[in-house]
């Protein structure tokens, strides 16, 4: 089965600066998908960033960026330049790929951060 | 293109009571699935539909249980509430099976008294 670890109950980080959230995962596949996750207080979740784990390359979003380290199973997001709208839980989740059709997501406990000003 | 929505918003309920939820996905999607989010077991997977079938089942009671309709709404029904069902149910959508990307709605809040 797969899991999903977020070392980072909470983390903090100064408006404008840089933060990394911690990800691990678990999984014997070799085909799968993993997320970053954004839930703001009493808002949607939405999808921060996607990395396909055949794609040695990692993804970014504008100030948005994973280091993805497959040996190690090791999936963590950076934010660089940190604004008050990204303080928010943060969940890391992956979806296992079955020969082309995907399962479902499977979420670590969240990480929440705050941005002090 | 409108986002996923979810029916209702909030819902306040007393044990024993059934609740059904609605989730109308992004349309052309033809996937909707279900989380519940709770503090203590974070978020879990309920179930997914697609093509009014039940593809996949989280480890959940019998209690929990849905459908999908031809235009692929997709409700939830939780039959006699327990206090543990009080949560914050999300629904996803994604465009077919082996899209690995999913959009989730609001959530519709329950609790239970």
């Known amino acids: 089965a797969q899991t999903v670890t977020q070392s980072q109950p909470e983390m903090s980080v100064q408006e404008a600066e840089t933060v990394t959230l911690s990800c691990t995962y678990d999984t014997s596949e070799s085909d799968y998908y993993l997320f970053w996750y954004k839930q703001p207080p009493s808002r949607q979740m939405i999808l921060v960033i996607r990395?396909?784990?055949?794609?040695?390359q990692n993804a970014t979003e504008n100030r948005f960026s994973v280091n993805f380290q497959k040996a190690a199973k090791s999936f963590s997001l950076k934010i660089s330049d940190s604004q008050l709208g990204d303080a928010a839980m943060y969940f890391c989740a992956s979806v296992r790929d079955y020969g082309g059709s995907q399962g479902n997501l499977i979420f670590g406990k969240g990480t929440k951060l705050s941005v002090k000003p | 293109k409108a986002g996923v929505t979810q029916t209702p918003r909030y819902l306040i309920k007393t044990r024993g009571q059934q609740v059904t939820l609605s989730c109308s996905p992004i349309s052309g999607h033809r996937s909707v699935s279900w989380y519940q989010q709770t503090p203590g077991q974070g978020l879990q997977f309920l179930f997914e539909y697609f093509s009014e079938t039940q593809r996949n089942k989280g480890n959940f009671p019998g209690r929990f249980s849905g459908r999908q309709f031809s235009n692929s709404r997709s409700e939830m029904n939780v039959s006699t509430l327990e206090l543990g069902d009080s949560a914050l149910y999300l629904c996803?959508?994604?465009?077919?099976?082996?899209?690995?990307?999913?959009?989730f709605g609001p959530g519709t809040r329950l609790t239970v008294l």
């Open positions: 990395q396909e784990a055949y794609k040695q």
């Open positions: 996803a959508s994604r465009r077919t099976v082996s899209t690995d990307t999913q959009y």
